[in-house]
């Protein structure tokens, strides 16, 4: 069974940092790339950043120079580092596990983040 659950969510001021950690289990994680993505009320999901098996990285505009991805291929695990947090940053967000040479794909639960004061 294929699970993927997100940690670290909370409320934070404007300004502060947040680590989110993504656990995998059931799949082959080193095989495939990991991305974020996230969900406020009223919009539609987008893409955070990803990293793929190799390590190779990209953020979304909104979020370059504060957010950082990374996976520990050991531990089947992603992060993400969260920095210099803004309102608009409040959202719901996902993990998601996509095969690099198939068609698997997986999202996890969800995790909310706050920022606010």
């Known amino acids: 069974q294929v699970q993927l659950v997100e940690s670290g969510g909370g409320l934070v001021q404007p300004g502060g940092s947040l680590r989110l950690s993504c656990a995998a289990s059931g799949i082959g994680f080193g095989i495939y790339t990991m991305r974020w993505y996230r969900q406020a009320p009223g919009k539609q999901r987008e893409l955070v950043a990803l990293?793929?098996?190799?390590?190779?990285?990209n953020y979304g505009n909104s979020v370059k120079g504060r957010f950082t991805i990374s996976r520990d291929n050991a531990n089947n695990t992603v992060y993400l580092q969260m920095n210099s947090l803004k309102p608009e940053d409040t959202a719901v967000y996902y993990c998601?596990?996509?095969?690099?040479?198939?068609?698997?794909?997986?999202w996890g639960q969800g995790t909310q983040v706050t920022v606010s004061t």
């Open positions: 990293i793929r098996s190799g390590g190779f990285t």
């Open positions: 998601n596990a996509a095969q690099n040479y198939g068609t698997a794909n997986y």
